[in-house]
Structure formats: structure tokens, C-alpha cells
């Protein structure tokens, strides 16, 4: 049962239009019935907190600019706080008045009468306003992803410093390759979700932009202050061309893409996880917390939280296609299909995104390296002798390629005998040198155990980008900086929006008491 009630009675005869003195004919019942009113139970509760930001600010604005009187004002807004303390309870929505405007503008001159509730929406259109809202709406949802991806951030730069000595086998084409650290991994990680943050702090600034005054696309006749409008919504600037301001949601399709690059992140993360935690590799140790059971198999801990963080990437990849589809080839004006149809997963993607972060942290939080399993891993899987091939550079004078094959075959020779890296001899690699160059190297088995030492492994890496110590804390320490500077940028746009939002309801309260504005 739907939380409000709809008015939808198909088997009435078609009247004139609720909304129009000129079309001669409401919506037919079967487009009232099969998309204005599915539209409006859909859209309805996100657009209704955003059409009242926007009266207030706008109703503040006729007020100040002299185009409607105090008194207007004050009916206005006591009218506006009325309907915003019932929510949408209150409505009873008319699928004949076609969209949330419209049935808001006549349940507030039902209100306070045609006289006073006509004048609300002087100076503006629906296509501004529409716009306006999708701005803020847009600007709500970047600042919530900036907030919770910076909390991720910080927790894997926290989890990558305590975890900067963990020895694990690295994998390229998930074959193993060198060693690493578990520490280093998730610095990895934070390196390139710091960039997503970025891209989507950049966004921000074309996203807080005023549209409203706009008009339709063309401007408006009054003699309106958008600047005042601006202010109050907490912009930090007013659109320069009206017919950009509304025909163009470009700020939208690129907040969803470079989130669909941040969930395309989140989840390799979460493959890896999802490998690392499986039977056959147990480096990873996860709390049943974040697992489901089966209902048939009773040993089943599924890590189905993986799967699904995984999964919002495609719900991400769906709504850009989506939306770049809806916007190819309309015309550069208000169109539905660009402005509307076309973008309507994109919220729905976005408000996924924003939930996944805490849910990703969380993941983070409470991952436990195996460190045995890891360090057994490192020993089997011979991850160490890119170093025995370095090391024959080096001290053999050989060329790379000549150490590539002598190390490869030593590491055949050992396999072949059943052993593990760390029990390669010098023996094994005289015996290797032998059969690849036809003369034999001789190494001490005290220098052989140091090259294939995967500690020593790491830390020969220094200077090069490496999980080195060295490396390590350089890299914690650029991280740590950029958070701090991209804490001081978000805390800006943050307080900024919060002022407004402030100094709005306090403009509006009072005019709604009939003192006027300060």
C-alpha cells in the first residue's frame, strides 16, 4: 500500500487540462495511469524537501526585490512550513497535474488561495527549478560520497601502516609473482581511490552552480537577484547562459562516472578480498559478520558482502550507459528524455554508491592477514627468484636474459625435486648455470638464502616505489598530507552549504512571523 494516495479514477471522462488554459484536454487516463502516475509515487519523496529549499530561497528573493509584497511573502511562507511539517502525508497527488510541481503549487493555493499561492512560482519556470533541484540533489549526494570515501581513505592508509610488514606473495594474471606486503597492497588501494576522490571533488565546483532565474531557457522579465538566490542555497555561483542552465545536466553524467571508476576500484578490492578469503588461498581472514551461511550446506560461510560490493560496479556501469544514452543526440534545450528519463538510474546508482562506502570500510576495517599462510605461500610459489636473476647480474655479470633463464631453470630444478623456494641451494644453481651456459656459477649458500629471503626481497626494492620500509613511509606520509588537504577542502564546501542552509530557514522563519528580512 502506497504511503500517500494516489488520485487516479481512468474511468472518468477526459475534462480540460488542471494546469492549462489552453490545452483543452487533461492527460488521457492511460498515460496518467502507466507513467505521470508511477512517476509521481516514485519521484515524489526526493523532490518534495528540494521544490521547498527552492520556494524558500525564491520566495525570499521576490520579497527583497520587491516583485511580491511582505504580506504575499508572509502567507507564502507560513503556507510553504505548513506543507513542509505534514511531508508527504499531506498530499493526496494528482497524476492529472502531471508532475511534484504542479502539485505542489495547487495544494498551496488551495491553501492560501489562488491570489497569493499564483504568485509563487513569478519569475521562474519549472525548467529552472527542476535544474535547481537536480543541482542540489547532485551537490547533496557529492558531498555524502566525498565524506564516506574519505573515511575509507583514512582507514586504508591507518590499516596499510599496520600492516606495512606483512609479508604476502604478490600475483600477476593471479599466477604468483614477488613478494609484497598486505600494507602495501592496501596503500595501493588508497592511491587510487584518492584519485577517484579527486575527480569527484572536482566535480563539485560544476555541479554548485545556480541555475534558477533562468527562466524556461531564456531568462525572465523581472527584475529577479540570482546572486540572492545563489547565496541563500549555498551556490557558489550563478550560471552564466540560460540556456545552458537547462539544458544541460553534463555535471550529472560525470558525478556518475567518475563514481562508476570509484565502485570499479572498490570492487577489485573486493575480488581480491573475495580470493584471498577462499579455501584454497586463506590469507585473508574475515568476521562472520560480513558472511551469509547456506541454507542446505550448514559449513557455508559465503562472503556474499564482496559479491555485492562487486556488483554495484555494474549498477554504476548501467546507469552512465544509461544516461549517456538518454542525452546523445537530444536537443540542446529542456527534453525529458535528456533531462529526466535518461538520468533517473543515475540517482538511484549514486544513492547505492554513497550506502557501499561505510559497508567497504567496514571491510577494511576487519581484515585480518594470515600472516603464516601468507609466508608460507611466499616460500612455495618461488615469488622470490626475480631476485636470484637480479642477484646473477650483479654478481655473475650476466645479462639479464642469461639470469632470467639460469634463475627459471633453477626454479624448474627445484619443483621437479618437490621443494620450496627457500630451500634452493647453491647446488641448484651451479647445476642450472651449467645447463642453460655450459659452465657452472658458483654462489655461498649463505648468499643464496639472502637473494631468495622474501624480507630481504622487499627491501631491495627501496627507492623504486616498493613496499621497502623506506618506501612505506614516504608513501604514508604523502597520503596522510593529502588527506589533511582534502579534509580542509570538504570541511569548506561542507560549512558553507550548512551556513546556508542556516541562514535560509532563519530568513524564512522570520517572514513567515511577518518581521521580515534582517
Given at each position: 500500500?502506497?504511503?500517500?494516495?494516489?488520485?487516479?479514477?481512468?474511468?472518468?471522462?477526459?475534462?480540460?487540462?488542471?494546469?492549462?488554459?489552453?490545452?483543452?484536454?487533461?492527460?488521457?487516463?492511460?498515460?496518467?495511469?502507466?507513467?505521470?502516475?508511477?512517476?509521481?509515487?516514485?519521484?515524489?519523496?526526493?523532490?518534495?524537501?528540494?521544490?521547498?529549499?527552492?520556494?524558500?530561497?525564491?520566495?525570499?528573493?521576490?520579497?527583497?526585490?520587491?516583485?511580491?509584497?511582505?504580506?504575499?511573502?508572509?502567507?507564502?511562507?507560513?503556507?510553504?512550513?505548513?506543507?513542509?511539517?505534514?511531508?508527504?502525508?499531506?498530499?493526496?497527488?494528482?497524476?492529472?497535474?502531471?508532475?511534484?510541481?504542479?502539485?505542489?503549487?495547487?495544494?498551496?493555493?488551495?491553501?492560501?488561495?489562488?491570489?497569493?499561492?499564483?504568485?509563487?512560482?513569478?519569475?521562474?519556470?519549472?525548467?529552472?527549478?527542476?535544474?535547481?533541484?537536480?543541482?542540489?540533489?547532485?551537490?547533496?549526494?557529492?558531498?555524502?560520497?566525498?565524506?564516506?570515501?574519505?573515511?575509507?581513505?583514512?582507514?586504508?592508509?591507518?590499516?596499510?601502516?599496520?600492516?606495512?610488514?606483512?609479508?604476502m606473495p604478490g600475483y600477476t594474471h593471479l599466477q604468483p609473482a614477488q613478494p609484497i606486503t598486505f600494507g602495501?597492497?592496501?596503500?595501493?588501494?588508497?592511491?587510487?581511490?584518492?584519485?577517484?576522490?579527486?575527480?569527484?571533488?572536482?566535480?563539485?565546483?560544476?555541479i554548485n552552480m545556480n541555475p534558477l532565474g533562468a527562466g524556461a531557457f531564456a531568462g525572465v522579465t523581472f527584475?529577479?537577484?540570482?546572486?540572492?538566490?545563489?547565496?541563500?542555497?549555498?551556490?557558489?555561483?550563478?550560471?552564466?547562459?540560460?540556456?545552458?542552465?537547462?539544458?544541460?545536466?553534463?555535471?550529472?553524467?560525470?558525478?556518475?562516472?567518475?563514481?562508476?571508476?570509484?565502485?570499479?576500484?572498490?570492487?577489485?578490492?573486493?575480488?581480491?578480498?573475495?580470493?584471498?578469503?577462499?579455501?584454497?588461498?586463506?590469507?585473508?581472514?574475515?568476521?562472520?559478520?560480513?558472511?551469509?551461511?547456506?541454507?542446505?550446506?550448514?559449513?557455508?560461510?559465503?562472503?556474499?558482502?564482496?559479491?555485492?560490493?562487486?556488483?554495484?560496479?555494474a549498477q554504476a556501469t548501467g546507469a552512465l550507459v544509461t544516461a549517456l544514452a538518454g542525452y546523445k543526440a537530444?536537443?540542446?534545450?529542456?527534453?525529458?528524455?535528456?533531462?529526466?528519463?535518461?538520468?533517473?538510474?543515475?540517482?538511484?546508482?549514486?544513492?547505492?554508491?554513497?550506502?557501499?562506502?561505510?559497508?567497504?570500510?567496514?571491510?577494511?576495517?576487519?581484515?585480518?592477514?594470515?600472516?603464516?599462510?601468507?609466508?608460507?605461500?611466499?616460500?612455495?610459489?618461488?615469488?622470490?627468484?626475480?631476485?636470484?636473476?637480479?642477484?646473477?647480474?650483479?654478481?655473475?655479470?650476466?645479462?639479464?636474459?642469461?639470469?632470467?633463464?639460469?634463475?627459471?631453470?633453477?626454479?624448474?630444478?627445484?619443483?621437479?625435486?618437490?621443494?620450496?623456494?627457500?630451500?634452493?641451494?647453491?647446488?641448484?644453481?651451479?647445476?642450472?648455470?651449467?645447463?642453460?651456459?655450459?659452465?657452472?656459477?658458483?654462489?655461498?649458500?649463505?648468499?643464496?638464502?639472502?637473494?631468495?629471503?622474501?624480507?630481504?626481497?622487499?627491501?631491495?626494492?627501496?627507492?623504486?616505489?616498493?613496499?621497502?620500509?623506506?618506501?612505506?613511509?614516504?608513501?604514508?606520509?604523502?597520503?596522510?598530507?593529502?588527506?589533511?588537504?582534502?579534509?580542509?577542502?570538504?570541511?569548506?564546501?561542507?560549512?558553507?552549504?550548512?551556513?546556508?542552509?542556516?541562514?535560509?530557514?532563519?530568513?524564512?522563519?522570520?517572514?513567515?512571523?511577518?518581521?521580515?528580512?534582517?
Amino acid at each position: 500500500m502506497n504511503k500517500y494516495r494516489i488520485e487516479n479514477d481512468n474511468r472518468k471522462k477526459n475534462t480540460s487540462s488542471k494546469v492549462s488554459g489552453f490545452l483543452q484536454q487533461e492527460l488521457a487516463p492511460v498515460i496518467q495511469e502507466c507513467i505521470t502516475s508511477p512517476a509521481l509515487q516514485r519521484s515524489f519523496p526526493a523532490a518534495l524537501p528540494l521544490i521547498t529549499s527552492v520556494n524558500k530561497a525564491h520566495i525570499l528573493m521576490l520579497m527583497r526585490c520587491g516583485i511580491i509584497t511582505g504580506e504575499t511573502a508572509r502567507k507564502l511562507a507560513q503556507g510553504v512550513l505548513q506543507i513542509e511539517s505534514e511531508g508527504i502525508e499531506g498530499f493526496e497527488l494528482d497524476p492529472a497535474l502531471e508532475d511534484p510541481y504542479f502539485n505542489y503549487e495547487a495544494k498551496i493555493i488551495k491553501m492560501v488561495g489562488s491570489e497569493t499561492g499564483g504568485q509563487i512560482h513569478t519569475a521562474r519556470s519549472r525548467n529552472d527549478l527542476k535544474s535547481t533541484m537536480d543541482r542540489l540533489r547532485a551537490r547533496t549526494l557529492c558531498l555524502r560520497v566525498l565524506e564516506d570515501l574519505f573515511s575509507l581513505r583514512e582507514t586504508m592508509v591507518t590499516c596499510g601502516e599496520q600492516f606495512k610488514d606483512v609479508i604476502m606473495p604478490g600475483y600477476t594474471h593471479l599466477q604468483p609473482a614477488q613478494p609484497i606486503t598486505f600494507g602495501y597492497y592496501l596503500l595501493g588501494v588508497a592511491y587510487a581511490i584518492g584519485r577517484d576522490w579527486q575527480r569527484i571533488a572536482e566535480c563539485y565546483a560544476r555541479i554548485n552552480m545556480n541555475p534558477l532565474g533562468a527562466g524556461a531557457f531564456a531568462g525572465v522579465t523581472f527584475p529577479i537577484d540570482r546572486q540572492m538566490t545563489a547565496h541563500l542555497l549555498g551556490f557558489d555561483a550563478v550560471t552564466d547562459h540560460s540556456l545552458d542552465a537547462v539544458a544541460s545536466r553534463d555535471y550529472l553524467i560525470e558525478l556518475i562516472s567518475n563514481c562508476t571508476l570509484l565502485t570499479s576500484n572498490i570492487g577489485r578490492m573486493a575480488q581480491d578480498f573475495y580470493v584471498m578469503t577462499s579455501f584454497e588461498f586463506q590469507t585473508l581472514q574475515l568476521p562472520d559478520s560480513v558472511a551469509i551461511t547456506s541454507s542446505i550446506m550448514p559449513q557455508k560461510k559465503n562472503m556474499t558482502t564482496l559479491e555485492i560490493l562487486k556488483g554495484r560496479v555494474a549498477q554504476a556501469t548501467g546507469a552512465l550507459v544509461t544516461a549517456l544514452a538518454g542525452y546523445k543526440a537530444t536537443p540542446f534545450s529542456h527534453m525529458l528524455d535528456g533531462s529526466q528519463e535518461g538520468l533517473r538510474w543515475a540517482w538511484d546508482a549514486l544513492e547505492e554508491i554513497a550506502l557501499s562506502l561505510p559497508v567497504a570500510r567496514f571491510i577494511v576495517e576487519n581484515a585480518e592477514p594470515r600472516r603464516e599462510r601468507m609466508l608460507e605461500l611466499v616460500h612455495s610459489n618461488f615469488s622470490t627468484i626475480t631476485d636470484l636473476a637480479d642477484a646473477l647480474v650483479n654478481i655473475a655479470g650476466l645479462s639479464f636474459r642469461e639470469s632470467h633463464h639460469v634463475a627459471g631453470r633453477t626454479a624448474r630444478l627445484a619443483l621437479d625435486q618437490g621443494l620450496s623456494s627457500n630451500q634452493i641451494t647453491a647446488e641448484h644453481v651451479a647445476a642450472a648455470s651449467d645447463n642453460i651456459l655450459g659452465r657452472k656459477i658458483t654462489l655461498d649458500q649463505a648468499v643464496v638464502e639472502d637473494i631468495l629471503d622474501p624480507a630481504q626481497a622487499v627491501e631491495r626494492r627501496a627507492g623504486s616505489g616498493s613496499p621497502a620500509a623506506k618506501d612505506m613511509e614516504m608513501m604514508l606520509s604523502n597520503l596522510k598530507l593529502q588527506l589533511d588537504q582534502d579534509l580542509v577542502f570538504f570541511k569548506q564546501r561542507r560549512n558553507k552549504v550548512t551556513e546556508a542552509h542556516h541562514r535560509l530557514e532563519m530568513d524564512f522563519a522570520s517572514v513567515a512571523q511577518g518581521k521580515g528580512l534582517s
